[in-house]
């Protein structure tokens, strides 16, 4: 696998030497792409705040479509906060080439789309023509897995602008799989900033959890929780690595959160979609809460990302007789 033996760069913590990606092994990813799956034929879209799309492990035309919805253009690498979008493109699909990681879909299209350029308060209304746009561009007959990475300015549920809402359903209903990060206000994701219950969607809400010398300790990060989290996956900001828009060559720790976390789901969202092409966004999402366990926490927050496991049940639920979803 990519970046050494066995993957990554390894980071030291104190005097805890932690294992390279330590995130891919506590995700059951590892096992899933050393048994073949690698998200090939599936497109991953990450809506995010812009990309290094020069970076290596974008190499080689992993990156098949870029667009702006900001200028409506596929100049994609503007902002101040293009960090962000390459760390969390990196996490989804940094390609396997020896280098400094593995993403957790190495083999999936990668879409890179700038929801805003500025890094001002999130633009809904720009944000929501960007999931649009996903919905609606040509995929050659591919599965599209769309994550969105905004959050509100108090860091809550973007889901409680219907212009962002409502393209969201849309993409769902169109076939796409749909990943938002929840945000990191240690809040009720329910819950818009004046207390109201927001419309559920019924996308995959994420939350993320931190790090624990004990992978059989799962603790909640400061990530926004509630019934409505779908799934947690690692977010820990000071272990887990991935790509640095500070060179072609670099990387990075100091990232995680929902915004990590979502893009460990999405990537793994590829995985299931390659082995499963038919499966439907209302099926994972019935697997994911009736089928995996719960976090025990202190909230809800939903069941942890063990893709293998998440992969064996969904073969079960599809083996099954359900009423549609």
Not at 22 to 32: E, K, M, P, T
Not at 159 to 187: F, H, M, R, W, Y
Request: hydrophobic share 40%; proline share 4%.
């Amino acid at each position: 696998l990519s970046g050494g033996n066995p993957l990554g760069r390894s980071m030291v913590i104190g005097s805890e030497h932690l294992q390279n990606q330590w995130y891919l092994f506590r995700s059951q990813a590892n096992v899933v792409i050393q048994n073949g799956l690698t998200g090939a034929g599936v497109v991953v879209a990450d809506i995010d705040w812009g990309f290094k799309t020069s970076h290596q492990e974008f190499a080689n035309g992993k990156i098949k479509f870029k667009y702006n919805a900001s200028n409506d253009s596929d100049h994609v690498s503007s902002g101040a906060n293009k960090w962000h979008g390459t760390a969390t493109l990196g996490l989804i699909g940094a390609g396997d080439n020896n280098a400094g990681m593995l993403g957790f879909a190495p083999g999936a299209d990668l879409w890179a789309i700038q929801g805003q350029v500025d890094a001002s308060s999130v633009d809904n209304t720009s944000w929501g023509k960007a999931i649009e746009k996903v919905r609606l561009e040509p995929s050659n007959g591919k599965r599209k897995v769309i994550l969105v990475e905004a959050s509100t300015g108090f860091s809550r549920n973007v889901e409680a602008s219907t212009l962002i809402s409502v393209p969201v359903k849309q993409a769902i209903a169109d076939g796409c799989v749909v990943c938002v990060a929840a945000g990191n206000l240690g809040e009720n994701a329910d819950l818009d900033p004046s207390g109201n219950v927001i419309p559920p969607t019924g996308s995959i809400l994420v939350g993320a959890t931190d790090y624990n010398d004990d992978a059989n300790l799962i603790e909640r990060s400061d990530s926004n929780w509630g019934p409505r989290i779908v799934v947690s996956a690692p977010g820990a900001l000071s272990t887990d690595v991935t790509c640095c828009e500070c060179a072609i060559n670099g990387y990075r720790d100091n990232f995680g959160g929902t915004s990590g976390a979502a893009a460990k789901v999405a990537g793994a969202m590829a995985l299931l979609l390659e082995r499963f092409p038919e499966v439907k966004h209302c099926e994972i999402v019935n697997v994911m809460k009736t089928k995996m366990t719960p976090i025990i926490t202190d909230h809800p927050m939903g069941c942890f990302l063990d893709v293998d496991k998440l992969i064996k049940k969904t073969g079960e639920y599809l083996s099954e007789h359900h009423p549609p979803c």
